[in-house]
């Protein structure tokens, strides 16, 4: 890459070369997810479609990426002492298995009311690994940063947050770059969007390999924080939005991530639930996948056509399939009423 | 190979070679499907298990390999009369498709109380193809064979049984050499099982790669008429099983697959309904496929304990994803109630 390439990213928390680091660090120990294509869905939006499978990633969603090359990155005194997270969602399976791969303490600060899957799943990951444990908090009456900066200082740990750090954002681009190394140049990219980790480490990893492609972020309708902060000019904080997609209820951009987006994203679009259970349900009946929520956010822009390719090669990250197999059940098998969120 | 390996096959319907044959044909056609792996379920097992994941075959079924193999082989005649086949399940679709893509009419012959998603399917694939219909009949009133002979002396096309086929056999067994040409030798296979035509396929194409591979075949526990048969040393025809496994809801074993089986397949196991439903779960769960019952029964073996690899290598024909959304939603959604066939 010469110069005037490189400076399309100048001045960005990443660069293209963290992405390659990246992509050197998880080889081997991610999984190179598969890349899926249907007839049905070309034919159904006027384009060539590819979705980047990391339903079938370890732990089942794309997080493994970026957690893993951030605590790969740890030194041996942070490594020691391990790794805190707070999630109740992916980062926290995420942030415990790649610890546990990586021989280290993780502490998961978790709300008392999370899900007793994702509980179970985390600290199946965790299981052996010393000084590692589920933290819980009551959501409505204790701070979890102040249970994490308490940990933190009184354990030695260090605090892995889930999108706004360099090194999980150039993890989390390592599946555009994947993408793109196995099927070509692609005129379009879309990417699933809560606090934007994986799109603006997509959109590096996809600008850098296709200087101009139309990198598309896809929110939830109920929770469109960066379209809003992309018009205003400035990170806009909302509240903590109604929607079936868990992993976007995100309420502003971080402050990495958002000067990532404003440079290299094109645009920000929104879909519905009733779209997201649609597209859900297209994955399953059509393509024989079980796919999250959030996951099926960036398919549902085209293939419900808020976004229309004529023609075009359009790549989808298909972010992960982590969902309790009742409720997953109840969104597929259901009326359109289930599809809303409550 | 050489002569003394090939004695093994002698006398067969299908021989190595015809599988060599069908690869070539379904090259570019067919799917290559993935094969996908899961720590969890080897660690549940004991094993080092590959699944072989024809659900993402086209029309969701290793079927289409058989089929395409067959019609591919047609002569100018046939081709430009067309294939007829009965058939509520994957035959159908894949029958139609085949012949779709090859450009000649089809006929299928389905039970009026077909369910209307396989209708819609399998007319979807026939529009547009001159001379293409369904022809539905009464099930209770109506000889589907009478039919089938009538319509095909009438209209001069050829007749494509489910299994009892060299042709369909060898398509099938492409997906046994795929999955061992891509992982490397196994010590165990094992294979979903109807009449026999994707484990007698398999049976050639592992044999072939790794002589005394101990090939397996898996029936649902209402209906396990070829383990019969095996032990009676000849076909023992039973009453339709009531088994959620539709597609392995065959009364006979076929007189082309019962000798490739008693010679070449070590033994046949049973699973429960109730078995099929919480591999469908795991399935869901932990490897995000969607996978129908009948599709299940070979890793339903081995992930319920009915099969115990000890450290070995595991072969899983994971056979098919296709049914109904509501069906679906139900298996995995419900209490151990919903298992039971109706």
Redesign the interface.
């Known amino acids: 890459m010469n110069a005037p390439e490189l400076t399309a990213f100048a001045g960005l928390a990443i660069q293209p070369a963290d992405i390659d680091g990246a992509a050197a660090r998880l080889a081997g120990v991610a999984h190179r997810t ?1 890349v ?1 294509t249907s007839r049905q869905a070309d034919e159904r939006t006027g384009g060539k479609l590819f979705f980047k499978c990391e ?2 990633q370890r732990m ?1 969603a794309f997080k493994f990426r970026g957690a893993y090359n951030a605590l790969a990155q740890f030194d041996a005194r942070q490594r020691e002492h391990g790794v805190i997270a707070f999630s109740s969602g992916n980062h926290a399976q995420a942030t415990a298995l790649a610890a546990r791969l990586l021989g280290m303490p993780s502490v998961i600060v978790m709300p008392t009311d999370s899900p007793a899957a994702k509980l179970a799943a985390t600290r199946e990951y965790q299981r052996g690994q010393r000084g590692s444990e589920v933290v819980l908090y009551d959501r409505y009456k204790e701070d979890r940063e102040a249970i994490g900066r308490r940990l933190a200082e009184e354990r030695g740990m260090t605090l892995i947050p889930p999108y706004d750090h360099p090194h999980v954002m150039a993890g989390q681009g390592t599946a555009a770059a994947e993408l793109i190394d196995e099927v070509g140049p692609l005129d379009m990219l879309l990417v699933c969007l809560g606090g934007g980790g994986l799109l603006s480490g997509c959109a590096v990893a996809a600008q850098a390999r296709v200087p101009g492609i139309e990198v598309i972020g896809v929110e939830p309708e109920a929770g469109n924080d960066i379209q809003q902060s992309l018009a205003a000019g400035r990170i806009v904080k909302i509240d903590t939005p109604r929607t079936i997609a868990d992993g976007a209820q995100t309420q502003a951009a971080g402050l990495l991530t958002f000067p990532v987006m404003q440079r290299l994203v094109r645009r920000v679009v929104t879909v519905s639930d009733a779209q997201l259970v649609s597209t859900m ?1 297209f994955f ?2 059509r ?5 999250e929520p959030t996951g099926a956010l960036a398919a549902a822009a085209v293939l419900e056509g808020v976004v229309q390719p004529r023609g075009q090669r359009v790549g989808i990250i298909v972010s992960g ?1 982590n969902v309790a ?2 409720r ?3 969104l ?3 009326g359109a009423g289930d599809a809303t969120a409550t």
Chains 1, 2 share one sequence.
């Open positions: 598969p899926h339903n079938f089942g349900r399953a009946e393509m024989k996948m079980v796919v399939g197999l009742p997953y059940a109840s597929i098998g259901g």
